[in-house]
């Protein structure tokens, strides 16, 4: 069975700071991996995916990630958090024959302080 | 751009109502889902469906059923509501395919009293 696991419910940055956000990954199969971002009171949206081409993959926002095989993780880096960047942070594993299923880790809250 | 559409944000309903939440998306998508959403627990998946017509289970499908009679509209019916099935509802939609995107709606924010 596939799963995702996000270490940790929240992460606190200073402004200008490096954002790392960390996601591991479980699955039997060549994963499909994304990261979702929702701002309060919104949908998610997405920030970026690895779908089995290049492993460091960018994203919106000055966000990106890379497919790291041997440590079976995918991890979201920005150089410099921005106050803006302050929402929820969900990574997410699909692989074929899942029908576009995703499979969801329980999130990271980033807050940005001034 | 893609547009999912909710009906209501926020919706409070009584123990034992029925309740129904439908989802609208406007990019010709084959797949749609239903997630709910609780603190901690992140996204769950209720049902989803990949054709008209069509429906599969996810992870939670207990006390929930949908109805997919169009291409692009997808409900969910919760038949006797309960407190338990309080939070964020949120509907997506993709094209067919592992790597596919799925775009999400605003959510609806379920209160059971």
């Known amino acids: 069975a596939q799963s995702v696991t996000q270490l940790g419910s929240h992460v606190s940055v200073s402004e200008g700071a490096l954002v790392l956000l960390r996601c591991n990954y479980s699955?039997?199969?060549?994963?499909?991996l994304f990261w979702y971002v929702q701002y309060p009171n919104q949908g998610l949206q997405l920030l970026l995916k690895?779908?089995?081409?290049?492993?460091l993959v960018k994203g919106i926002n000055g966000f990106e990630a890379e497919f790291k095989k041997s440590e079976t993780s995918f991890h979201l880096t920005k150089p410099s958090a921005h106050m803006s960047d302050a929402a929820e942070y969900f990574c997410?594993?699909?692989?074929?024959?899942?029908?576009?299923?995703?499979?969801f880790g329980k999130g990271i809250t980033l807050s940005v302080r001034p | 751009d893609v547009k999912v559409t909710q009906s209501s944000r926020y919706l409070v309903k009584r123990t034992g109502e029925k309740v129904f939440l439908e989802c609208v998306q406007d990019?010709?998508?084959?797949?749609m889902f239903w997630y709910r959403q609780d603190p901690g627990l992140g996204l769950r998946l209720i049902y989803f469906?990949?054709?008209?017509?069509?429906?599969e289970k996810g992870d939670i499908p207990e006390g929930y059923s949908v109805s997919r009679e169009k291409k692009e509209r997808f409900s969910l019916i919760l038949e006797s509501a309960s407190t338990n099935q309080t939070s964020m509802y949120l509907c997506?939609?993709?094209?067919?395919?592992?790597?596919?995107?799925?775009?999400f709606g605003p959510g609806t924010r379920l209160l059971v009293l």
């Open positions: 997506a939609s993709s094209f067919g395919g592992a790597r596919e995107t799925q775009y």
């Open positions: 699955s039997s199969v060549p994963p499909y």
């Open positions: 690895y779908t089995s081409a290049a492993t």
């Open positions: 997410a594993v699909s692989f074929t024959g899942a029908n576009s299923k995703l499979t």
């Open positions: 990019m010709d998508h084959e797949n």
């Open positions: 469906s990949y054709d008209v017509k069509m429906k």
